[in-house]
């Protein structure tokens, strides 16, 4: 069965780098795109972009463009995101979600995510 | 940015009584193709999110015929025909009409 599968949590200093893994197993991992989505303590969800796992190309939400970086590993099956110049506001949960895309319809909707990851971020 | 809005934040159901959420955004989900790209997930306490409805109106497989989705234009509706214990969660609708995705600010569903 499709399984994505996260990297643990970490704890970074304001201004330090994160990199998260999303390792996924169960389905060819190059025909299904990676989404990254961020969860604050207690608020809704925010979507951070996506990889195209199979060319690497990357969109990201204007939000992070500046700080975001996803990667991955097609040997691996790894999934990356790695987020630099982090602040006390970034403090939340980051799920990596597997896109399933209907070419009939052009819609694309996440239907399988990781356990998510928690990134905790103080002096 | 499409803005995403749902109501109530908060629903209190008792077992077997039907539940309702409303979705709105901030302009026309309907897509050139004619589907309305507006999805609903539930985040049950403790997990990651689960895909329950998308387009609209058509259920993911796996989830119960007692959901539903239904609406238009910027105006929707989850529907939960008899809620049961296993329901508890937040409750969150998502436009993937155009990035960046959004989402509504979630509705928590709770047992009375």
């Known amino acids: 069965q499709v399984q994505l599968v996260q990297s643990g949590a970490e704890v970074k200093k304001p201004g330090a780098s994160v990199k998260i893994s999303c390792k996924t197993s169960g389905y060819t991992f190059t025909t299904n795109a990676i989404h990254w989505v961020r969860q604050a303590p207690g608020q809704s969800l925010e979507w951070v972009g996506w990889?195209?796992?199979?060319?690497?190309?990357?969109k990201y939400s204007q939000q992070f463009q500046d700080r975001v970086t996803l990667s991955r590993d097609t040997s691996a099956r790894i999934a990356y995101m790695e987020l630099s110049s982090l602040r006390s506001e970034d403090t939340a949960v980051f799920f990596c979600?597997?896109?399933?895309?209907?070419?009939?319809?052009?819609?694309?909707?996440?239907?399988?995510w990781g356990q998510g990851t928690l990134v905790t971020v103080s002096a | 940015d499409i803005v995403m809005t749902q109501s109530p934040l908060t629903l209190p159901v008792t077992p077997g009584e039907p539940a309702s959420v409303s979705c709105w955004s901030s302009q026309s989900l309907l897509h050139t193709n004619g589907y309305y790209y507006l999805d609903w997930y539930l985040q049950k306490p403790g997990q990651s999110p689960q895909l329950l409805i998308y387009l609209g109106s058509n259920r993911a497989s796996g989830v119960p015929d007692r959901f539903s989705g239904s609406g238009s234009g910027t105006d929707f509706r989850l529907k939960i025909n008899r809620v049961e214990a296993e329901d508890v969660g937040v409750y969150y609708c998502m436009q993937t009409l155009q990035t960046p995705y959004t989402f509504g600010q979630g509705t928590k569903l709770e047992i009375k």
């Open positions: 979600a597997r896109e399933d895309y209907d070419i009939w319809s052009a819609h694309i909707k996440f239907d399988s």
């Open positions: 990889i195209n796992t199979g060319n690497g190309d990357t």
